[in-house]
């Protein structure tokens, strides 16, 4: 999946502007590079297209070596704290973004990463097939 490809899914599916995808894709993958192990971080990381990598395999410097324990409202928390991004678009864009990288990875890359959260986070993914996104191959 290219770049653009993936902003624009995210914004169809949050409803927003492409440049708020952008924003929230950069934000949820940088909270998830802080939730998952930096070994599939990685993993997902290499899989993705220029500007969507960096916050996985770059993340800011508050990330621990280790993955740290929080669950969906927590992790929605920390994306609604982005200076650029409206509390009000944090929720329905994270779980765009997820949405939208299951579609961008392997499904056992998106699969191993998912297992090392909480089940709550399947709530916010869309269903496959809902949306109208197709995964590549599929």
Do not use: C
């Amino acid at each position: 999946m290219e770049y653009q490809d993936f902003i624009n899914l995210v914004a169809t599916r949050a409803k927003v502007s492409t440049d708020q995808a952008a924003t929230l894709s950069r934000a949820t993958l940088e909270t998830l590079a802080d939730r998952i192990s930096s070994g599939k971080a990685e993993d997902l990381a290499y899989q993705l297209p220029g500007g969507l990598d960096d916050p996985l395999r770059n993340p800011p410097p508050r990330r621990a070596e280790h993955a740290k324990s929080f669950g969906l409202d927590e992790f929605v928390r920390r994306v609604a704290d982005h200076p650029a991004i409206d509390r009000a678009i944090a929720g329905p864009g994270v779980g765009a973004v997820l949405t939208t990288l299951r579609e961008a990875v392997s499904r056992e890359n998106f699969e191993d990463a998912l297992a090392q959260l909480p089940k709550e986070f399947r709530q916010v993914i869309e269903p496959v097939g809902a949306g109208g996104g197709q995964r590549p191959g599929s």
